[in-house]
């Protein structure tokens, strides 16, 4: 009876595996036929901070913000439709990044990475119009950390738009360059906030796999709820990417921006500006170094508001990081990370402030496809 038992078991198993397998390939050619696709991401961390914020999170990140504690950053399922002419994108995101990074949209709003349709305007050109929520051509970095050269974001990254809500006009000219045009709710919304319509713009440069350069432009008017003495801001953003070999990588990002705002019944217009340089080190096809400096100064609170009596926010950081590849999909970084500014901007529990901080970062990221 007990070889019998044996049997069946391995029967059972083999029959569950048998379908699960049916499942997943008739799942697929369901989705092939249609022409959806669909992919997943899940980016888990520890980090720990010297300072370590009262409550737990930390000030001026909305990506890895949570101290000292096993978090989820950022997980998404994401369906694509694509054909010649139409392609659509639905990305429900979850994890502390939304949570931060989304907590002025409406509720049925928090939720949305990308939402998306567009069309080929043309059939035998490669002329594209998306409308939707759809993601910032700003900076050298994005939310999602897996094909960046450095686990965490820069500051600067973490106050530019990771999100933009409007449509978007693609058009190639020739080989290399590439062209696109904004017509957006404002920076980083969802929703209006004002009126009229904001506009930005992308001009991308690219001549083989080991140049990517961007020059990227916004200007609209930030009137708000929240800011109401704010009128026209101007923002010129300029990256490159860099690939001379298969052991090196080099981004670097720079930028500035102005802010016309009413101060004492009087029209003024203040500035802010970034720079950084990334780099990383493949020693072997599953390990690599990676590193980072930067700098960010906004000296008159456009954008960032220390949470101390500090007068003004300005931050250097330096990083260094260590990328280890389990599979091609799935990788783990450690990440330390120094930061230092001319004022204390950093409180700590015992009431007092400190103008250094230093993280201990280590993720856990995998993109499922």
Partial sequence: M????????????????QGQNQVDSSLNAFLKKRKL????????????????????????????????EINLDLAYISLKYSSDRIRATFTPGYGTY????????????????????????????????DAGVITSPYTNESAYSFDQITYTRSIGAENTPYYLTG??????????????????????????????LDFGSQLEFKTDSKWDINWNTYIGNESSINNP?????????????????????????????????????????????????????????????SARIEYFADPYQVLVKPVTIAPGFVLSSASLGYN?????????????????????????????????????????????R
């Fill in 2 to 17: 007990k070889r019998y038992g044996i049997f069946t078991l391995g029967l059972l198993v083999f029959l569950n595996v």
């Fill in 37 to 68: 696709s669909l992919e997943g991401y899940v980016d888990v961390y520890y980090s720990n901070a010297l300072s370590h914020p009262l409550g737990g999170t930390r000030p001026y990140f909305v990506s890895y913000n949570r101290d000292n």
């Fill in 98 to 129: 939304m949570n931060a990074n989304y907590i002025s949209e409406r509720q049925t709003l928090q939720n949305i990475l990308e939402a998306n349709i567009g069309v080929r305007i043309f059939k035998g050109k490669d002329i594209w119009l």
């Fill in 167 to 196: 449509a978007k006009l693609s058009m190639p000219i020739g080989d290399e360059w590439t062209a696109y045009l904004y017509l957006l709710n404002g920076w980083q919304v969802i929703e209006s906030q004002h009126d009229p």
């Fill in 229 to 289: 003495g704010y009128r026209t801001r101007y923002f010129i953003d300029f990256y490159a990417t860099y690939t001379p070999s298969p052991n090196w990588s080099f981004s670097s990002d720079a930028y500035t921006g102005w802010q016309q705002r009413l101060e004492e019944n009087s029209l003024k217009t203040r500035q802010w500006w970034n720079a950084n340089l990334c780099a990383r080190y493949s020693f072997s096809n599953r390990n690599s170094f």
């Fill in 324 to 368: 280890l590849s389990i599979t091609e999909d799935v990788l783990i970084r450690l990440e330390g990370r120094y930061f230092i500014s001319p004022n204390g901007i950093y409180p700590l529990r015992n009431q007092t402030d400190t103008d250094k901080d230093l993280w201990l970062t280590i993720g856990l990221t995998a993109r499922l």
